[in-house]
């Protein structure tokens, strides 16, 4: 019982460190729609240090869903939690925009819980074919 402990934390460590590796594609920080929409190349770096780059197709089709305040606060890319579970991911949800996004592009409603909007493999299909560019993967062990 006592090795049981220090057991665990070792392996939570080598997790976080294996974690890092796989999500080294993501950015160092997101940006606002609104201020992709003003750059020529819109485009942000990432931890890895190669830099992503958006559509502007895609960014007009959600410049198109929102308001100019909603586009301000709409963070990109989105971020598409995946955990260890085969049929659910989670599509993180900060505010309510991402919420009204997420909704037009699957044309259903959506629920949030606990920051997170729950989709299954069609929605994600259906999510990534119309948002490749402004959508990114997170692996977490939290699903």
Known sequence: MTNELPYERML???????????????????????????EEYPHLLCKD??????S???????????TADEQKRLLLPLLIEV??????????CPNEVVTKVISGVLDMPVTVRQGRIVIYKPQLAVTRKRLRTTTQYLFSPRL
């Open 12 to 38: 939570q460590e080598c997790l976080k460190s294996e974690l890092k590796v796989v999500n080294a594609h993501l950015p160092r920080q997101q940006k606002s729609l609104a201020e992709l929409l003003t």
């Open 83 to 92: 955990g260890t579970g085969q049929g659910e991911m989670a599509i993180v």
């Open 49 to 54: 240090g190669s830099t992503h780059l958006f």
């Open 56 to 66: 502007r197709k895609e960014l007009a089709y959600l410049a198109s869903l929102l």
